[in-house]
């Protein structure tokens, strides 16, 4: 937790108050059983080696990533696996963002981007947070990586 928190102190300060924020609500909406630590260089909420032993890709010594987030240059970024490969949590998601944000949404297959602090929808980024289970999130992942084995 150590090293998150050294993260967070070294956020721009252009960033500081957004990030901030947005750690703040997904912290009060993360469903249970996630645990905090840095992965790939950033704070990353992840499915504890105790509770999937089987690891991320198969790899036995790395949690499988639920959320992270990462103050980047030109934006905020929250990478949100658990959107990756669900269609109905993905459209409402998308239908909702359009509801409360004048700007176009910026996202990848699992990053949304935040280049205006002024234009992050908080609470809607709460409510997606608190979507997926634990439990439901390894039960969709797995679901994924055996439909991708060879």
Same mark, same amino acid.
Do not use: C, S
């Given at each position: 937790m150590d090293h998150v928190q050294e993260y967070v102190e070294n956020v721009d300060t252009k960033w500081q108050d957004s990030y901030q924020q947005l750690a703040k609500i997904i912290?009060?909406?993360?469903? $249970?059983?996630?645990? =905090?630590? =840095? &992965? %790939?260089g950033m704070p990353t909420y992840v499915v504890p080696l105790s509770v999937f032993p089987e690891g991320y890709l198969g790899r036995e010594d790395e949690p499988l990533p639920f959320i992270s987030l990462a103050a980047q240059k030109k934006h905020l970024s929250l990478y949100h696996m658990g959107i990756m490969g669900n269609r109905e949590l993905?459209?409402?998601?998308? $239908? $909702? %963002? &359009?509801? *409360? *944000?004048p700007t176009k949404l910026n996202m990848g297959k699992s990053c949304i981007r935040f280049s205006n602090p002024k234009n992050i929808p908080y609470e809607l980024i709460g409510k997606l947070v608190g979507k997926i289970s634990m439990e439901e999130w390894i039960a969709s992942y797995t679901r994924f990586a055996e439909k991708n084995k060879k």
């Open positions: 912290a009060e909406n993360i469903p $249970e059983g996630f645990a =905090l630590r =840095l &992965q %790939y993905l459209t409402w998601f998308q $239908e $909702e %963002y &359009q509801k *409360v *944000v």
